[in-house]
Structure formats: structure tokens, C-alpha cells
């Protein structure tokens, strides 16, 4: 069986910690970690390039994240030719509603509020199955 | 003329004749003919003297020849007393001594004896008409003199002082204010243009020139000009300068003018414009010092929903690693205090939301509308009544209270004060809440009112700042975090408005307000 994936883009170690250890409890899928917006972009291009991508079952985007932020990459994934339908839930301490509606509009599964339970991943996780 | 001589007031004459018979034949002609005229008689020359001295008469009818005192002498005794007596002569003679010596005294007029009416009349009228016209003359110089002095007094009065130039012959008249608001004597100096032009500032000079040429120009309108007096004290004085043209057919251009001095108004102006000014520039600096806190609230604000909010979160998301995996720890002191601090976590956040409802009441932006206060506190109570049916709780909420405001903050503030009425009767057996409005010194203050738990007055100070409670938490089914009325507190505050309470304790409290009546729309927030 090939491997599937959960990429998580997160810069703070912590929170990186945390998400990992949830997303550990709550499902198989390996995890690929992405510390900011540019290294999930070049990491997503990687794996376009050797069709792979399709192996992520869920991208968990962090909003506030250096260089390029979770906003621009969500608008990048969104227009991208083959990437567009990748599955993204955001992962947020920040209650902007702007920016709320704004990844609405852009398709994401779900708008988590950190911290991240089980229960909620494994919620977001049997939605995304379901679409498959 | 006898009719106008009546109307310049009454004419009196003296007719002296020593003959019986003719003095009354003549007089009786004279009442019939003239009966405006007030005629004194006399025999002769000294019981006319008598009766002149005592009234004066204008005009006195003498006969020459008579005895006692003859009517030359009596005439110059006449014209000792009044020069301006006017003497007819009634003379036989016509001997030219006589007439000298009579027109030297000053007898100018005199009839022929034997008399004949027509002549006496003739003399008569042309006498009466003269003193008449003299009356006339000296009632208008006296009219004349009295409106000069009237007019000078009002230009006094106001410090207008007016002037008159004529263009052709360069003559030019001043007013005596217009000397005083030149700093000069009246009369003091010879009024000529150059004069005139020489009391303005040199810088004032060409404005002065150019009024005088406009008002020339047949088609101007009437400006004034407000140019410096340079007074020999040299102090400066400010004159609205007026100018019109005056074309009198047969005559030249004439210009007249008023010089109004109006340098304490002037003063008073700029003072005025300075002050406003003044008050602009502190509004302004006041409006940029406010928009600066807003705008530090707001970064403060985002500081505590963003920044703070993410390692708060990473904190609960720890205490749930530690719950979750240390749960078969066997010390039970991990668990609870892993589950204290997670308590702990939740105040945090509640603290942080709390002080974020806060905060955007300052930084939101006002919607004003008319909004009907009696509704939205009906549908309220409808919903708090809906909520627990088994209470027994009378509203009274008073009809048609209407302001203008936010409707979704009024609404917020109504249902924060509601729920506390609701809430502080529950211990009641029949609850009682109020909504209602009353006039305070021509301000409307409104109002809600309830009999239930109240407050101790000394607490009324902690009532409206946020986190400070007077009950204790699990009193009333009370698990807030204090900022209810600190957010009434605030709407009331964003409408321009005071709050206060006033409490007993088992007896009930109530909360009042006020709200500016028109409160201003928008934001404190600078626009971007």
C-alpha cells in the first residue's frame, strides 16, 4: 500500500509538536512537516513533479507563517492546475473573521481553532475520506 | 400772507394816535382786517413807550404829531430798546427833514395822512410778510443748527465721521468726528484730499485712491474698504471706508464718504478668529491624540487576539498532552493539577475575549438610526419570560421610547441590564422588572428597574468597571466574567452618555442612563 500523507505547515515548534501528536493518535497517515510557507511550496511542487501528491489526504495550514504565508499558499494550491484539489483544513489561534470568510471562499475543509483535539481531526479526516 | 403769518406764531402791534375818534375808527379796521394781529393802543409817544416796554410788539403804527412825546422820539427810545422794531410812520408831513431824521432813526415805512386803508394795508401786509420770512428764516437756521448738532452727536456717538469732495474744485469737507478719529482738533487742519489721503497708513493709501475711482466708475457697486488710520500719536486706528457718488444736475461730481472706525471691532474679530482657530487646532490635536489611543487599542487589541491567543492555545493544547498521556500516572496529583491548569487556560481566554468585546466598542464604527428601545426591550423579556415559564415576573416596559443610536449596541446594553434584572429577581417570589424613561432637567433619562437582590450602595463604584463583581460567583447562577455592565458601560459611554445605579440591598436596584441625542456615525479610528 502507498504511503499517505498529512502535510502540516507550521513554523512553531510547539505547535508543530502538538499537531504531530494529535494527528499521531487520530490516524496512520505519515506525517510531512513544512516549517513555513516557502518549504510547502517547494515541497508541493516536489511531489507535483513526481506525481505523489495525491498522497496527501490533508494539508493543515497554519495562517501566520514567515515568508510566504498560509493565505498565499492556500491561493497558490487553489490555483494550481494539479494541485487545486488538494484537501486543506486551516489550523489558527487567530479569530479574524476576515480572514475566516476568506479561506472559506477558498475551499478549506475546516477552520480548526488551536489547540487541535482528536476528535476534531479524526471529524475532518472522515469528511475529506467520505469525498474520495 | 396773514395766514402764514398766524401759523409763525403771533404778531403784536402798537398803534399810537392821540385822536380819539381816529385811533378807534382805525383800530376797529385793523381787528376786522388782520384778526391774527393783537393790537395795542396809545394816546402818545410816552404811554406807548409804556406799552412797548411791557410786550414787545413787533410792529409799531405811529402818528408823528403828537403831545407828551411826539413820534420821532418815541420811535428812537423804540429802536433803542429793539433794533428790529419795524415802525410805520403815519405822517401828515412830507418834508424831507422829517423823512431824514425818520429814516435815520429807522422808520421805514410810512403811510400818508389823511389815511387811506388800502395804502395802510399795503404797508401793513409787506411789513407782516417780512417779519414772517425773517421767523422763517430764523425758525429753519434754528432746525438746521439743532439736526447739525444732532448729527455731530451721532457720528460722535458711533465714531462715523462723514466727509464730502468735490471733484471739480478739489475742495473737501470733514466731519468733526472724522478729525477726532484722526486724532486732530475739529477744524484743526485744512481739509483737502491730500490731507485726507496723508491720515492713512502709507500701505492703506492706494486702497483709499481706489474707492474714491471706483465709486467715480457709473457702474459700481457699493464696497467698503477697511484701511489704517495713522494717528499723530501714532497709534493706528481702523476705518471701514464708504464711498458714494453724488451728481447734482448743474453741478459736478461729488463724492461723500463715511469713515466708521471700527477698531474695536476689528480687534474683537481677530480675537474671535483666533480663539476659533485656537479651539480648531486643539479639537485637532485632541481628535489625532484619541485617534493615536484608538489606534494603540487596536494594536493592542490585536496584540491579545493574535499574539496572546497562540501560545494560550499552545498551553491548553499541553495540558491536554499532559491529561491524555499521564492519565494512568499514578500520582492523582498530576491529573488534577494538569486539569487546574487547564481551568486556568479557559480564565485566560474568557479574560481575553472579555477584554476584546471591550475594546471594540471603542474601535467599532457607530451605525446611528432610530431605534425604538420600548421593542427591543419587549422582545427581550419575551425571550428571558420564554426561558424560564415557571417564574412569575411582571414586566412594565414603557411605550414609544425612541432614540437615536446603534441599534445592535442599544440592544446589547438593553439585554446585558434585562438579563440582570432577570437574573438578580430569581430569589423573588414575584419578580418586578421595569423599562421606562423620565425627563431629568430637560434630559431624558432611561431607566431599568427591578426588585430583586439590589446592592449595597458603597459598592456602586464597582458596578461598571470590568472584572470587579459584588456577588459571589455561584450566587446567582452567575459565572461571568464580570465585564456585563463594564460593556454597558462602554455603549452608553460610545453614545455620549452617563450611567449610575442605585441599589438596595433585598430591595431591588436600578441602572440609569443617559445618551447624547444625535450621536455622531463612525469610527475614532483614523481612516485608512
Excluded at chain 1, 513533479?49 to 510566504?68: A, S
Excluded at chain 2, 422808520?107 to 404797508?123: A, C, G, I, M, T
Excluded at chain 2, 421767523?135 to 462723514?162: F, P
Excluded at chain 2, 419587549?378 to 415557571?390: F, K, M, Q, V, Y
Aim: with cysteine.
Amino acid at each position: 500500500m502507498a504511503h499517505s500523507y498529512i502535510l502540516l505547515v507550521e513554523d512553531n515548534p510547539d505547535d508543530a509538536f502538538l499537531a504531530s501528536r494529535i494527528i499521531g493518535k487520530a490516524c496512520r497517515h505519515e506525517i510531512l512537516m513544512a516549517r513555513d510557507g516557502e518549504e510547502a511550496h517547494d515541497l508541493l511542487l516536489l511531489m507535483e513533479r513526481d506525481h505523489t501528491f495525491h498522497q496527501i489526504k490533508l494539508v493543515l495550514l497554519d495562517l501566520k507563517l514567515p515568508k510566504i504565508s498560509g493565505l498565499e499558499l492556500l491561493e497558490g494550491i487553489r490555483s494550481s492546475e494539479k494541485l487545486h484539489g488538494l484537501r486543506v483544513a486551516i489550523l489558527t489561534s487567530s479569530d479574524n473573521e476576515t480572514d475566516q470568510k476568506k479561506c472559506r471562499e477558498l475551499g478549506v475543509v475546516d477552520y480548526i481553532y488551536k489547540p487541535m483535539t482528536v476528535d476534531r481531526l479524526k471529524s475532518v479526516l472522515s469528511r475529506s475520506e467520505a469525498h474520495e | 400772507m396773514k395766514e402764514e403769518a398766524g401759523e409763525a406764531g403771533e404778531i403784536s402791534m402798537l398803534y399810537v394816535e392821540d385822536e380819539a375818534d381816529a385811533r378807534q375808527m382805525v383800530a376797529r379796521m385793523l381787528t376786522m382786517n388782520y384778526p391774527n394781529l393783537t393790537i395795542y393802543n396809545a394816546e402818545n409817544g410816552l404811554a406807548a413807550l409804556e406799552i412797548y416796554r411791557r410786550h414787545t410788539p413787533e410792529i409799531v403804527l405811529t402818528d408823528i404829531n403828537m403831545p407828551v412825546m411826539d413820534g420821532i422820539r418815541m420811535s428812537r427810545e423804540i429802536k433803542a430798546i429793539n433794533p428790529e422794531a419795524r415802525i410805520i410812520a403815519v405822517t401828515a408831513h412830507s418834508d424831507t427833514s422829517y423823512l431824514l431824521s425818520a429814516i435815520e432813526i429807522g422808520v421805514h415805512h410810512y403811510v400818508l395822512k389823511p389815511l387811506n386803508y388800502q395804502e395802510l394795508f399795503s404797508v401793513l401786509d409787506k411789513v407782516l410778510e417780512q417779519i414772517t420770512l425773517k421767523r422763517l428764516v430764523a425758525e429753519q437756521h434754528r432746525r438746521l443748527a439743532q439736526s447739525e448738532r444732532q448729527l455731530a452727536g451721532a457720528q460722535r456717538i458711533a465714531h462715523l465721521g462723514s466727509w464730502q469732495r468735490d471733484i471739480e474744485s478739489g475742495t473737501m469737507n470733514w466731519s468733526d468726528e472724522l478729525y477726532r478719529i484722526c486724532g486732530l482738533e475739529p477744524g484743526s487742519i485744512p481739509a483737502s484730499y491730500q490731507a485726507f489721503l496723508e491720515r492713512f497708513h502709507p500701505e492703506d493709501r492706494e486702497s483709499v485712491t481706489r474707492s474714491m475711482l471706483n465709486a467715480m466708475n457709473p457702474g459700481h457697486h457699493p464696497e467698503h474698504e477697511f484701511c489704517r488710520v495713522l494717528r499723530p500719536d501714532a497709534s493706528l486706528r481702523v476705518v471701514r471706508l464708504d464711498v458714494e457718488s453724488v451728481r447734482e444736475p448743474g453741478s459736478g461730481q461729488t463724492l461723500i464718504g463715511t469713515c466708521h472706525d471700527v477698531t474695536e471691532l476689528k480687534e474683537a474679530e481677530v480675537q474671535v478668529r483666533s480663539l476659533t482657530e485656537d479651539l480648531e487646532r486643539r479639537v485637532q490635536q485632541r481628535t489625532s491624540l484619541l485617534q493615536a489611543s484608538v489606534s494603540e487599542l487596536e494594536s493592542f487589541s490585536y496584540f491579545v487576539s493574535h499574539d496572546l491567543r497562540a501560545p494560550v492555545a499552545r498551553l491548553e493544547g499541553f495540558c491536554t498532552a499532559l491529561l491524555e498521556d499521564c492519565g494512568v500516572c499514578g500520582n492523582s496529583n498530576c491529573r488534577q493539577y494538569a486539569e487546574r491548569a487547564r481551568n486556568v487556560v479557559q480564565q485566560i481566554k474568557q479574560i481575553m475575549d472579555a477584554f476584546n468585546s471591550l475594546t471594540h466598542l471603542a474601535r467599532c464604527t457607530l451605525m446611528i438610526q432610530e431605534t425604538d428601545l420600548s421593542a427591543l426591550a419587549r422582545d427581550i423579556a419575551e425571550g428571558l419570560a420564554g426561558s424560564r415559564p415557571e417564574r412569575h415576573v411582571e414586566f412594565v416596559i414603557a411605550e414609544g421610547v425612541c432614540v437615536r443610536g446603534d441599534r445592535e449596541l442599544l440592544k446589547k446594553a438593553l439585554e446585558q441590564l434585562l438579563n440582570n434584572a432577570w437574573r438578580f429577581t430569581s430569589k423573588k417570589e414575584r419578580g418586578e422588572i421595569e423599562f421606562g424613561r423620565f425627563d431629568q432637567e430637560g434630559i431624558p433619562v432611561y431607566f431599568v428597574r427591578d426588585n430583586g437582590a439590589g446592592f449595597n450602595m458603597k459598592y456602586a463604584e464597582k458596578l461598571f468597571k470590568p472584572f470587579q463583581t459584588i456577588h459571589t460567583p455561584g450566587e446567582f447562577a452567575w459565572s461571568g466574567t464580570g465585564i456585563g455592565l463594564a460593556l454597558v458601560h462602554g455603549i452608553v459611554l460610545r453614545h455620549g452618555g452617563r450611567i449610575w445605579a442605585e441599589g438596595e440591598v433585598d430591595r431591588g436596584a436600578t441602572f440609569y442612563f443617559t445618551l447624547e441625542q444625535n450621536p455622531e456615525s463612525g469610527s475614532y479610528l483614523k481612516e485608512a
